[in-house]
């Protein structure tokens, strides 16, 4: 969305978080709050997928064709300055490096993938190579040469299969560095892994967060912070629970969130891997409650709303990337909730994403009977 007024930009999204309100029969106030940053140069993770002419972005709306660029106006200055390098790197090798034709789904080198935290600058490049190419050993090399010579702190190598297109891997070789890196925000550091979840805006993410405290109203017997990632939320937010519970399905996180447990002094929060549809067995949400939910695009999972329907939480705060879905929830969850707080946060500027924040609170009892 570069070609629009970023204001005109921001009045877009909020229109459309309306709309998709407006689809569920709620109302949302037109003057709803949308929180900014950087209008550029915020994004700490971009996947640069590679082409013969280097590694470059997708055309929109052709996985064949990659368009090759300078200088990425939405990557944060590490990111930029990683890209810069491994273009650098490919246009010196460019006659030794094998690059994955799409088309023939053969050759080696299909993405570099970098990540550099804004306030940490650990910046982490992982290239991902063809599992299947004949040519990993050889085209290995050039990627330690690549890692002697940068300055990048940590590199990677992962392999997917010829036929799937990921850019990163669950278990992924450590060339040089470590494969854990880790943001500053404000006095609290949280580690994630270089193969795992971590929001890619954290001057956004720390509005978000502050946000959340502010609607928080006293202390909680139990906060559960549902799709909890690494632990960001919860860890930062366990100071207004008794006990603060994060759930996330992916090993890589639950890992790096016991982690950031032990280096927040966070001992009132316990990790838990699980998928967020088993929440009914794990027995959570006793007292005074308050539910975090997070989820991916495609919304909270039908047994998690069902859950929350029976065990009624004090409060809920629903963080979101797709309002679509998230109408959706709270349409349901409207039968047992107010709606009282609702905010738009720019994580994604120059591009079509929002993320938005909705809290509701539980009708009196009599509401619910
Ligand atoms: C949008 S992220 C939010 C993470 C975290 N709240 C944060 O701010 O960093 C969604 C998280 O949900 C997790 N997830 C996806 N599907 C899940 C599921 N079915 N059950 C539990 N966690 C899930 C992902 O691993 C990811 O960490």
Redesign the pocket.
């Known amino acids: 969305m570069q070609d629009i007024d970023y204001s005109v930009q921001l009045q877009l999204k909020k229109n459309e978080i309306i709309t998709d309100y407006e689809l569920k029969k709620i109302t949302l106030e037109t003057s709803m709050k949308i929180f900014c940053k950087d209008e550029f140069f915020y994004r700490n993770r971009m996947d640069f997928p590679f082409s013969f002419d280097g590694p470059g972005q997708r055309q929109k709306g052709r996985f064949d064709r990659i368009v090759s660029f300078e200088k990425c106006y939405i990557a944060n200055s590490g990111v930029d300055a990683a890209f810069g390098g491994v273009s650098a790197w490919f246009n010196a090798h460019r006659a030794e490096i094998d690059v994955f034709d799409v088309v023939k789904r053969a050759g080696t080198m299909r993405y570099a993938t970098i990540r550099s935290p804004l306030f940490s600058q650990e910046t982490s490049i992982t290239f991902i190579f063809n599992a299947e190419s004949p040519r990993i050993a050889e085209q290995k090399e050039l990627i330690k040469q690549f890692a002697a010579g940068s300055a990048v702190k940590n590199v990677l190598l992962g392999l997917v299969k010829y036929n799937t297109d990921q850019s990163t891997v669950e278990t992924a070789e450590i060339i040089k560095g470590s494969d854990v890196i880790f943001e500053q925000l404000g006095a609290r550091k949280f580690y994630f892994h270089t193969q795992g979840?971590?929001?890619s805006n954290s001057g956004v993410l720390l509005d978000i967060i502050h946000f959340i405290r502010e609607k928080l109203e006293g202390r909680y017997n139990t906060l559960v912070?549902l799709?909890?990632?690494?632990g960001?939320?919860g860890i930062s937010l366990s100071g207004t629970a008794d006990e603060v519970y994060v759930?996330?399905?992916?090993r890589l996180?639950s890992i790096c969130g016991r982690k950031n447990i032990e280096v927040n002094g966070a001992a009132n929060v316990k990790i838990i891997e699980?998928?967020?549809?088993k929440i009914g067995e794990l027995a959570l949400g006793a007292g005074r409650s308050v539910f975090i939910l997070?989820?991916?695009r495609n919304g909270i999972?039908r047994k998690v709303l069902s859950h929350i329907k029976t065990v009624l939480p004090e409060k809920l705060i629903y963080?979101s990337?797709n309002p679509a879905t998230q109408a959706h929830d709270i349409s349901v969850l409207l039968e047992n909730y107010t709606l009282d707080d609702f905010a738009a946060f720019d994580m994604f500027p120059q591009t079509k994403h929002v993320e938005s924040v909705a809290v509701l609170s539980k009708k009196p009892a009599r509401a619910n009977i």
Do not use: E, K
Request: charged residues 15%; hydrophobic residues 30%.
């Open positions: 979840f971590f929001q912070d799709y909890g990632g690494v960001t939320l759930v996330d399905n992916s996180n699980s998928d967020a549809g997070d989820p991916p999972h963080v990337c």
